[in-house]
């Protein structure tokens, strides 16, 4: 009885390349699943410049205040009270006009 010796060496030549192919999609799956996982792991990140945050404490104080100057205000009412408040009627009539004018020009 005569052994083929081509044909064990090409059946066991095939069985190393299948299995090749197998380990190699083994460390492709290894390598996308490591991938997906730091992917997961990363986590964004968000930073505020030192402006915006400046600019963020003004807003909120500005949103707070008033907007009414106070001390200007009791200095002016101590002042009608004294007698001593000087009325510019030219300037408030002109004040009066250009607000007039403005709230007129807006409709």
């Known amino acids: 009885m ?7 060496q090409n059946s066991t030549q095939v069985k190393a390349d299948q299995n090749a ?7 492709q ?4 699943q490591s991938a997906m996982n730091q992917a ?4 964004d990140s968000v ?9 963020s404490k003004l807003q909120e104080k500005a949103t707070n205040s008033s907007g009414i100057d106070q001390e200007k205000v009791d200095k002016i009412k101590q002042a009608i009270a004294d ?4 009325i510019n009627v030219e300037m408030l009539a002109k004040r009066i006009m250009q607000f007039e004018g403005d709230l007129f020009e807006r409709k």
């Not at 192919?21 to 460390?27: A, K, L, P």
């Not at 799956?29 to 996308?32: F, H, I, N």
């Not at 930073?47 to 600019?55: K, L």
């Open 21 to 27: 192919g197998q380990v190699v999609q083994r460390q």
């Open 40 to 43: 997961a792991q990363k986590q």
């Open 83 to 86: 007698g001593k408040y000087k």
């Open 2 to 8: 005569a052994i083929n010796i081509n044909n064990l």
């Open 29 to 32: 799956a290894t390598v996308q």
């Open 47 to 55: 930073s505020i410049t030192p402006q915006a945050q400046q600019f």
